[in-house]
């Protein structure tokens, strides 16, 4: 079965500090994001044509699943991804807001950066994990 693993941290536990402790980044990385990776892969063990695919194409396309698993991989599956996508753009001395083309697009289409925290903050808090 080609099953799904943790990533390596690009950066140290503790170089998110002082904003993200080492402990903190420890557990999201080996506990959370791990038992992502183990449910996910549990989900998709009796069903050897959807392993292996990129963890984007199963969650974005997920009618093509089985139905009795849709919920599993949607949930740890998204999980995986989420927490895939936040090792990566977190980082050591980051953060400030937006320039360039990005910060454009968003002032074209939400007005500006603060309504685009708002906007991207209630979309947050009405997802799983």
Same mark, same amino acid.
Request: without cysteine.
């Given at each position: 079965?080609? &099953? ?18 080492? $402990?903190?980044?420890? @557990?999201? =990385?080996?506990? =959370?994001?791990?038992?992502? @990776?183990?449910?996910?892969?549990? !989900?998709? $063990?009796?069903?050897?044509? =959807?392993?292996? $695919?990129? /963890?984007?194409?199963? @969650? ?6 089985? &139905?009795? /698993? ?9 999980? =995986? ?6 090792? #990566? /753009?977190? %980082?050591?001395?980051?953060?400030? &807001?937006?320039?360039?083309?990005? !910060? #454009? *697009? @968003? ?6 950066? *603060?309504?685009? %925290?708002?906007?991207?903050? $209630? ?7």
């Amino acid at each position: 079965m080609a &099953e799904y693993t943790l990533p390596p941290l690009p950066y140290d536990y503790g170089a998110l500090e002082p904003h993200v402790d080492a $402990k903190t980044m420890e @557990i999201h =990385h080996t506990k =959370h994001h791990q038992t992502y @990776i183990n449910n996910v892969n549990a !989900a998709l $063990k009796d069903y050897p044509d =959807h392993q292996g $695919k990129p /963890i984007e194409e199963l @969650i974005s396309n997920l009618d093509a699943l089985p &139905e009795g /698993i849709r919920t599993a991989v949607r949930n740890n599956g998204g999980g =995986h991804a989420n927490h895939s996508l936040f090792w #990566q /753009i977190m %980082k050591p001395a980051g953060g400030g &807001e937006p320039t360039g083309a990005l !910060a #454009q *697009a @968003i002032t074209s289409a939400l007005g500006g950066f *603060a309504a685009f %925290k708002e906007a991207f903050t $209630k979309a947050a808090t009405t997802r799983f994990g």
